[in-house]
Each structure stands twice: as structure tokens, then as C-alpha cells.
């Protein structure tokens, strides 16, 4: 069974640029999350997506935005990348929706953004 | 805002000695989950506490919720190299979108 994927693992932008990060939860789960996570500093929440509709916005600006498609996959999107943007995004699925008490998290590997 | 505060921030033990990290919110959290991060990898789901006063363990892992669900803890007794990491915590509000704590980083020498 394959876990959560990630691609890109390792990508360098430059400031002003887009960026897309792609996401495949593990197979059956329908609930999909995003997290920053600075060097040193715990997993920042982004985005809640379950069943295609967005569940959770942390507190992150509008140049950030995201989608889950009817496969579960899911993209983040960033734009005019800054550089304090740098960092390791996260996705995390989970197979049950938000509110049941029993919404463990499983990561995947993650998408580390450096932007110059 | 909901903020979850994680001491210490670094911790260096000898191996078999025993560890501690706490969590602790300002508002009672609905439940909590402990993670372990190694260097360079992911974090890793440990355990989730839901009930007021809850502890469960795990091998030489012992986890608290405290009777408030404002605060919990991990302990590890006799620390081993594999032990090393750093452990998050990550508190939930009404069962929702989870808060990570900064995480207490842990280096255990043989």
C-alpha cells in the first residue's frame, strides 16, 4: 500500500514566482491537509480539504490556495513567492472527516521550497 | 489565538536517562495527538489522547492528558539512540484543524 505522496521533494524558486505542490493521500482516504513547516519550528496548519470542499484555513495569505480533486489528490498553490515562503510543505491524509475525534494524521515526505 | 506552547526546546540525555516534554494550551483542547519527527524525515502519528486524565503507554513511551485538557506530556524512560527526534504535540479545538506545538527536540548519547 502506498502512503501518501509528494512531488515535487526538492524544488528552488525564485521570488515573484509561482509554485504548485501536488498530493496523493493514501488510498481510501478522502480528507486531505496542508502544513508549512519553518526549519526548527512545528508543522504550521494550511488548508483542510475533505470530499472536495475546504474544511480549514489557517492563518496564511490569500497568495496561498488550494484544491482536492475527485480522485482525493490535492494541489497547493502559492503565488508570489516570498522568501520567507521557504519551507517544508506537508500534506497529511487522514480517512475520516474533521469533528469525529479520531482524525490521525498520516504525512507524507513533504515538498522542500527554497526561494531565492 | 488557540496556541499550543511546547517545553523544552532541546533536550540532551545520556542514554538511560529518562525524558519529558510538556504541552500546554491556554483553552481546553478537545483532544491531542503526539508526533516524532527524525532528522530529515516526517512526523509520525504516536498516539492520540481524548479523555480527561487519560495516560496510555507504549513500550517506554508514557503519555498524559491532564484532568483540565489544557495540558499533557511525554515521557520516555531509559532513553535509547533510537529515540532520537523531535516530538510535537498537536492539540485540536472542537475536534478540528490541529495547532503543532514548536516540538523539544531530543539528542541521546551513547
Known amino acids: 500500500d502506498a502512503g501518501v505522496t509528494q512531488s515535487p521533494t526538492h524544488l528552488i524558486k525564485t521570488r515573484g514566482q509561482h509554485v504548485t505542490l501536488r498530493c496523493s493521500p493514501i488510498?481510501?482516504?478522502?480528507?486531505v491537509s496542508w502544513y508549512q513547516q519553518v526549519l526548527g519550528q512545528g508543522p504550521q496548519f494550511i488548508f483542510q480539504?475533505?470530499?472536495?470542499?475546504?474544511?480549514g484555513r489557517g492563518n496564511f495569505p490569500d497568495r496561498f490556495s488550494a484544491r482536492q480533486f475527485p480522485n482525493y489528490s490535492s494541489e497547493l498553490n502559492v503565488n508570489a513567492l516570498l522568501l520567507g515562503d521557504s519551507a517544508l510543505y506537508l500534506c497529511?491524509?487522514?480517512?475520516?472527516?474533521?469533528?469525529?475525534?479520531?482524525?490521525?494524521?498520516?504525512f507524507g515526505a513533504g515538498s522542500r521550497l527554497t526561494v531565492l | 489565538g488557540q496556541q499550543v506552547m511546547q517545553i523544552p526546546q532541546y533536550q540532551h540525555v545520556q542514554e538511560g536517562e529518562d525524558f519529558t516534554t510538556y504541552c500546554n494550551s491556554s483553552?481546553?483542547?478537545?483532544?491531542i495527538q503526539w508526533y516524532k519527527q527524525r532528522p530529515g524525515g516526517h512526523p509520525v502519528f504516536l498516539i492520540q489522547l481524548v479523555k480527561s486524565g487519560e495516560v496510555k503507554k507504549q513500550k517506554r513511551l508514557t503519555f498524559q492528558f491532564g484532568e483540565a485538557k489544557k495540558n499533557s506530556s511525554l515521557h520516555i524512560t531509559a532513553t535509547q539512540t533510537t529515540d532520537v527526534g523531535t516530538y510535537f504535540c498537536?492539540?485540536?479545538?472542537?475536534?478540528?484543524?490541529?495547532?503543532f506545538g514548536s516540538g523539544t527536540k531530543l539528542n541521546v548519547k551513547p
Open positions: 497529511a491524509s487522514s480517512g475520516l472527516p474533521t469533528g469525529t475525534g479520531a482524525n490521525v494524521l498520516t
Open positions: 488510498s481510501g482516504h478522502k480528507s
Open positions: 483553552t481546553t483542547l478537545s483532544n
Open positions: 480539504y475533505y470530499e472536495k470542499e475546504e474544511r
Open positions: 498537536a492539540g485540536a479545538y472542537n475536534f478540528n484543524k490541529f495547532y
